[in-house]
């Protein structure tokens, strides 16, 4: 293996360290060493495997360890969390430790709590994926812990124990604010240990839960930490096979709840019971400002849902992707949002929506800064409405209208009006197909318009880029472009010639799609 070596004029000039092979030489050890003294930045430590075997591979990261505040992606081995753990029992200057995709066994856990409860620096640590042991002596231990912030054992097969261990823990702990449990197999038991921790902790701010088979039967436990807990603000309950009936439970707590802010709750199966508790929360609830209902699958209950919208007063972003709407359901969102004056942003990707639909939610819906329509079911005979919205729009900020069928003639009134458009400062109209001089118009938009800094054209088949990159290169404010189809390479070669004048642009993505 090739050795890798540093000069020592070069040490103080490193912005960021990549530690990619092994040091192996007493040489390279001193090397190493004298970097860490001299650097006071973030470690990227992508590939270091430490084993009993690799004694010199054990100093190196306790030289690391010493001199460095955060080290991300070490790839350990049993020995060598051992060797990690105890380095931490008294370091002072890490702060964030990334052990993510790790193989940590049972007694390298044992150490990592260990120093869990005499370290008093670390304040993120990521254990994702990190074991199967459920890490049941790392979540005793946060009871001892009062600096760490952030904890996430996503996929570590915590289990009941491991929530019983937990509860315990966040009901003495203080430090904590932010906690990663997904794919822990907590299950309705689970839930129900949780929820006595939770109630009487009063720090934590945000927390995971999804993936965990909660269920129905566990969806009362989870309103009940609502009721009664007065922190938290974020709470992601994804994919936990909760139905109409537990959403219902938990919408009952979310009507007297003031201090959640950001709920997700999608991917489920909750139908017209779902929809209408909901509805009734959001009535209601007044603290709430984030709502991911993406493929909850209301059927029945999108209407009762949608048409709450309007009595609500604290939403500024609704998720509502991957929920099939019918044309009444269309109808309940647009006249609710046409009174709304709260919501900010709205997620509509995959909904089947209409160009009627998408063109009233452009103009009639004032309040709305941020709209994403991807995939909506426009026929291209119809998308002129779209194009006379966009004429009448002063309130869009980002408008999202990914694969909408745009024919050429529609994509030149569309950058037409973008030409004239005062407040719109990020567009993303990937796949549609355009064929023929379009981007003719999109070079005298982008010459014309003075606030759109984030354009996206991935997967569309255009001719003349010529055009398109002179209009890019002489538009004063666009910072960031996304370009992926069959003629990226000539974007990216003349951007890359001629880009010298324009000084505004800071990242310029081209290529294939995947």
């Known amino acids: 293996m090739d050795s890798v070596g540093f000069g020592e004029a070069t040490l103080r000039d490193f912005v960021r360290f990549h530690l990619v092979e092994y040091f192996s030489t007493p040489s390279e050890i001193r090397t190493l060493r004298l970097v860490c003294r001299n650097w006071r930045h973030a470690v990227d430590l992508p590939s270091v495997t430490v084993t009993a075997e690799r004694t010199k591979d054990a100093r190196v990261l306790e030289s690391v360890l010493r001199s460095t505040k955060a080290i991300y992606g070490v790839l350990l081995k049993a020995e060598g969390t051992s060797i990690l753990a105890k380095s931490l029992w008294n370091n002072e200057h890490v702060t964030k430790l990334d052990l993510s995709y790790t193989t940590i066994q049972s007694e390298g856990m044992a150490a990592l709590a260990f120093a869990l409860r005499n370290n008093s620096t670390l304040q993120k640590l990521d254990l994702t994926y990190a074991t199967n042991f459920g890490a049941v002596e790392v979540l005793e231990a946060l009871s001892e812990n009062d600096t760490l912030e952030e904890l996430s054992l996503a996929s570590c097969y915590a289990g009941v124990e491991g929530s019983r261990a937990l509860a315990r823990s966040l009901a003495l702990n203080t430090s904590l604010r932010q906690l990663d449990l997904r794919s822990n197999s907590i299950r309705e038991q689970g839930a129900e240990e949780l929820a006595i921790g939770l109630c009487a902790n009063a720090t934590l701010k945000q927390l995971d839960l999804g993936l965990n088979a909660i269920g129905a039967d566990g969806a009362p436990f989870i309103a009940k930490i609502l009721r009664e807990n007065t922190s938290l603000d974020s709470l992601s309950l994804t994919a936990n096979c909760l139905t109409g009936p537990g959403v219902a439970s938990i919408s009952l707590a979310l009507e007297i709840n003031t201090t959640l802010t950001d709920l997700c709750i999608e991917d489920q199966e909750l139908g017209l019971e779902g929809g209408a508790a909901l509805a009734r929360a959001l009535r209601q609830n007044t603290t709430l400002k984030s709502l991911n209902a993406s493929g909850c699958r209301f059927e029945a209950g999108n209407a009762l849902l949608l048409q709450s919208l309007a009595d609500n007063r604290g939403l500024t972003k609704l998720v509502y992707s991957v929920n099939i709407l019918s044309s009444l359901d269309q109808g309940a969102l ?77 994509v030149g009134a569309l950058f037409d009006a973008i030409a004239h458009n005062t407040t719109l400062k990020a567009l993303d109209i990937t796949g549609n197909q355009i064929p023929g001089n379009t981007p003719r118009p999109m070079k005298t938009a982008l010459r014309t318009n003075t606030t759109l800094t984030d354009l996206t054209l991935n997967s569309m088949k255009l001719t003349g880029c010529y055009s398109l990159c002179q209009g890019l290169l002489s538009n004063l404010t666009h910072k960031i472009m996304s370009y992926k189809t069959d003629l990226h390479m000539q974007v990216a070669s003349y951007c890359g010639t001629e880009c010298t004048p324009h000084q505004q642009l800071q990242y310029l993505e081209t290529g294939n799609d995947p």
């Open 334 to 410: 647009v006249s609710s949002l046409a009174v709304n004056k709260s919501l900010k942003f709205l997620a509509l990707s995959n909904c089947s929506i209409s160009s009627s639909t998408a063109s009233s939610l452009i103009s009639k819906c004032t309040s709305l800064d941020n709209l994403v329509l991807g995939h909506p079911a426009c026929h291209v005979a119809e998308n002129h409405q779209i194009i006379a919205a966009m004429h009448q729009n002063r309130n869009l900020t980002r408008l999202v209208m990914t694969y909408a069928g745009f024919d050429r003639d529609q």
